[in-house]
């Protein structure tokens, strides 16, 4: 089976510019999840989608992010405009469902870089 | 302030030697995950752990979550190179949203 799709691998734009990333989920995965990791850290959780609605953006910056799945598939993440510290790793997975019982599948990652 | 605190930070370790790391949480966890990570790559699934007492193990790898289900620790035997990289615990806190770790860099001296 497919993995989790990202496009593209490597981005880097200067700063107040906009970016946007592509994930393709696992096929027939109703939950999709977007994912900042910061050099050193954790993964931490922008946003999280079951079919096309939001499930939780609490920790989105919701000033310069946004995010869509519009069709329940595909989603995309945009940035704009990008700041310095925005430099990271943008994670994608998927998951049959939303519940702590299912595995969380990761794709490759974007890694942003802003200078 | 951080929902899962992993210890240590960083390890270096000689091959063959055995190792543990931790991933703590002052709050309930609901469905318990290890993932590996190279770097600049995502996340590898370990193993998720969700039953107080729980033990999992896959190959030399044995993952365990206490009683009260709010810490759990990750054991390697014998250490080999290929065990090289980030460990990642990452949890439902509480029911309520996914959180990871700090994560663990390991390192593996042949």
């Known amino acids: 089976e497919a993995g989790v799709a990202q496009s593209p691998r490597y981005k880097i734009i200067e700063k107040r510019q906009s970016v946007a990333f592509w994930c393709n989920p696992i096929s027939g995965h109703a939950t999709l999840y977007w994912y900042q990791q910061i050099l050193g850290q954790g993964p931490k959780l922008l946003i999280q989608?079951?079919?096309?609605?939001?499930?939780?953006d609490s920790q989105l910056p919701k000033d310069r992010f946004s995010a869509e799945r519009l069709k329940g598939v595909d989603s995309t993440l945009k940035i704009q405009p990008a700041k310095l510290e925005d430099s990271a790793v943008y994670l994608c997975a998927s998951s049959l469902a939303a519940a702590s019982s299912y595995e969380q599948y990761f794709g490759p990652g974007t890694r942003l870089t802003v200078t | 302030s951080q929902e899962l605190e992993q210890s240590p930070q960083s390890l270096i370790v000689q091959e063959g030697k055995n190792l543990t790391i931790n991933c703590t949480s002052s709050?309930?966890?609901?469905?318990l995950y290890w993932y590996k990570q190279k770097y600049g790559e995502g996340l590898i699934f370990l193993m998720m752990?969700?039953?107080?007492?729980e033990e999992k193990s896959h190959e030399k790898i044995t993952a365990k979550l206490d009683e009260k289900k709010q810490q759990s620790s990750l054991h390697i035997t014998a250490s080999q190179p290929s065990h090289a990289g980030i460990y990642l615990c990452g949890a439902d806190i509480s029911g309520n949203q996914f959180y990871f770790g700090t994560g663990t860099s390991l390192t593996v001296i042949p």
């Open positions: 989608f079951q079919n096309n609605g939001v499930v939780d």
């Open positions: 752990l969700q039953k107080g007492g």
């Open positions: 709050k309930t966890l609901y469905g």
